[in-house]
């Protein structure tokens, strides 16, 4: 139907995007991985795994490796047990109020992430709102510490802004569930519990699995909330990687870093998408 | 103009039994949309009842109620001493077999037709007879190991049925189950659920917008139209004494003739005969099939001839089909034994009693 030249040049542009925006910064990510800073604060391009060594023992490493992976399993759990429930009643039971409150969940999407990132500082901060609040009804003496600079925020402000991208997915799986299953369901005596446990739950699981994937993700790389929100106690791995990269100039640390992460992500997103399969019914 | 129906309490083998099902005064309507108006019918016990409509009847609808999917907006169902309607679905002695099957996709044809005894916490090895007994009987043995999506939609809809008759529920309803089945699987389909329906001795409410395929299997037909009943009976006396206009051109082809009746006397154009009727107009259907072609000037006593000129003459295998003009310009349709060759001037005969007095159909919104 298309020549081959028009194929070819309808295909050349995102080819040579893909290739200069992706593929060759990972091969140099790749490289850098491997090399390593001199005294003279020179990258030195001698090929060893010092990097990968120093990632594995050096304590701060890994650990905040492993703290950032907790963080993100936190706000994946608390997406999913706000998102579910949510897009459950809205495919279900919300009727004709369906569109309004879909758009509800939409509309905090359309304001930067900075604002509300922002608007936690604010409402958890010592003279914030929470606080003020706390104090102002004499449930606390003193703002309680704890609210920001700390996993704590970084665990809510994360689980707010990703809830909306744990929630489509599971909300696009509901509403691709027959309503006629659940009238057989009824039909053959199952009460809505039992309809809920062996019909729609098992349904909507391929988009519970991608809702988790996506939380999990998005909030293991983040690196603003806890910038903002975190303090010393709240910093995750992209931290790391920014100030390897920056103020630290230790680029091949960074690298190495970085490429850890993204075999991690890769491995998850390609074991979620196995299970999805598994689950999903063609 | 509510439904006045004539109850026929028989069974397939014309014994009385007792009813199943009673809907009292049914109605329904979505927001003004009036579906259905003062519906009245009962179901015997073993009875095979055919609702049959043209989309838009109402049909699925009063389906739809009596599975508990729809609340009425007026009237009761009754299930013996029971009152059905105020019961959610899941409590009802009632399966249905969906128009589109509704099967689950995620469960294998075995764990679709176990789910009713599963959610119902039935003895495991009590299940597992009941399903393979089940899928057994619908001859979907083979592939109890399938999961839906692996059949062809001939044997989904068996496992819809399985799934629904392992139940042992006292009523089964199905919503024009064969409808997505193609022609000859639809025959052949037709005649294993009439077999099936008898071997298992449940009450089945089928419906379709099949007029035939409603003949071949009901003990009774509820001819639906508009959200009111036109005509509740057997087959065959819907199609020998249709009720209105409507079901007698619903069901079969037919002639309607507009008669003036004066002094005991039918007339319509140059036909005319005795009736014992006040007078007035009145409406009345003959079956092309009762009107025959006689041999000129052979009159029989008793029988309505008419001379007539052949208009058009269609051959159809075992009959053919004419549009004789007669005179004053009534056309009549006939259906005769399919005979020698081209036809030109012929005399018409029918009797009087196969002309019959029908009521007419109002247009209804």
């Given amino acids: 139907m298309f020549s081959r030249a028009y194929k070819a040049a309808i295909s050349l542009p995102p080819l040579l995007w893909v290739a200069s925006f992706l593929l060759l910064p990972y091969l140099l990510m790749f490289c850098y991985s491997f090399w390593s800073v001199s005294a003279a604060q020179t990258i030195v391009h001698s090929w060893n795994f010092a990097n990968y060594r120093q990632l594995l023992w050096v304590d701060v490493y890994w650990q905040t490796l492993l703290r950032s992976m907790w963080i993100a399993a936190r706000v994946t759990f608390f997406s999913l047990l706000l998102s579910f429930p949510l897009a ?34 604010t409402i958890l901060g010592s003279e914030g709102v929470l606080n003020t609040l706390l104090q102002y009804v004499h449930l606390t003496k003193h703002p309680l510490e704890f609210l920001l600079y700390s996993p704590f925020a970084v665990v809510l402000t994360l689980t707010h802004i990703y809830t909306p991208f744990a929630f489509l997915p599971i909300y696009a799986a509901m509403e691709h569930i027959p309503r006629n299953l659940v009238e057989a369901s009824h039909d053959l005596g199952a009460t809505p519990a039992q309809t809920f446990w062996k019909v729609i739950f098992p349904l909507s699981v391929p988009g519970v699995l991608a809702g988790a994937t996506f939380a999990f993700v998005l909030s293991l790389g983040d690196f603003l909330a806890p910038l903002l929100l975190g303090g010393p106690s709240g910093i995750m791995i992209s931290n790391i990687v920014v100030s390897l990269f920056g103020a630290a100039y230790n680029w091949p640390l960074g690298a190495a870093i970085s490429l850890c992460m993204l075999v991690l992500v ?13 689950w999903s019914i063609s | 103009m509510s439904s006045t129906t004539q109850i026929l309490m028989t069974s397939a083998t014309g014994r009385a039994t007792g009813t199943l099902l009673s809907i009292r005064n049914v109605a329904k309507q979505f927001g003004k949309n009036v579906v259905l108006r003062d519906i009245s019918l009962k179901v015997a016990e073993g009875e095979f009842l055919t609702i049959l409509g043209e989309s838009g009847s109402g049909k699925t609808t ?14 009761e169902v009754w299930m013996g001493e029971e009152r059905l309607d105020s019961q959610p679905p899941y409590r009802r002695r009632v399966n249905t077999v969906f128009q589109s099957y509704a ?8 764990q679709n037709v176990a789910y009713g005894l599963r959610v119902a916490r039935k003895p495991e090895p009590e299940i597992a007879a009941r399903v393979s007994e089940a899928l057994d009987k619908v001859k979907m043995s083979a592939h109890a190991k399938s999961k839906p999506s692996e059949i062809s939609g001939g044997q989904q ?3 819809a049925l399985a799934r629904a008759l392992v139940n042992r ?46 003949m071949v299997m009901s003990d009774r037909i509820a001819l639906l139209r508009s959200g009111e009943l036109e005509q509740v009976a057997t087959p065959r006396e819907i199609y020998g004494r249709p009720a209105t206009a409507y079901a007698a051109q619903f069901i079969g082809h037919t002639n309607l003739l507009k008669c003036e009746i ?10 005319a005969w005795p009736a014992n009727l006040p007078d007035g107009v009145a409406l009345f259907s003959l079956r092309p099939e009762n009107i025959r072609v006689a041999a000129p000037d052979a009159a029989l006593a008793g029988r309505v001839c008419a001379p007539g000129k052949v208009l058009q003459q269609a051959f159809q295998g075992a009959t053919e089909l004419l549009r004789v003009e007669c005179k004053n310009g009534l056309v009549l349709v006939v259906r005769t034994p399919a005979g020698a060759g081209a036809l030109d001037n012929v005399e ?7 002309a019959v007095l029908v009521r007419e159909s109002p247009e209804r919104i």
């Avoid at chain 1, 919300?94 to 939409?106: H, S, T």
């Fill in chain 2, 348 to 354: 018409l005969e029918f009797s009087p009693d196969d």
């Fill in chain 2, 103 to 110: 099967l689950f996709p995620h469960l294998t044809v075995q």
């Fill in chain 2, 262 to 271: 004066r002094a005991g006397l039918v007339r319509c154009g140059s036909l």
């Fill in chain 2, 169 to 214: 529920p006292r009523l089964l309803l199905l919503d024009e189950p064969l409808s997505a089945l193609d022609a000859n699987l639809r025959r052949q389909m037709q005649v294993e659920l009439k077999s099936l329906q008898r071997e298992v001795g449940i009450s089945f409410i089928f419906v379709t917008h099949d007029q035939e395929e409603a």
């Fill in chain 1, 266 to 278: 890769v491995s998850l997103l390609f074991f979620s998408e196995r299970l999805e399969k598994k």
């Fill in chain 2, 62 to 75: 009063l389906l739809r109620i009596i599975a508990g999917f729809e609340n009425a907006s007026a009237g």
């Fill in chain 2, 157 to 159: 809809q068996r496992v």
């Fill in chain 1, 88 to 121: 459950y009643f809205l495919s279900f039971y919300a009727g004709a109020r369906k569109d309004l409150l879909y758009q509800f969940v939409i509309i905090p999407l359309w304001v930067s992430y900075l604002v509300r990132a922002y608007a936690w500082k």
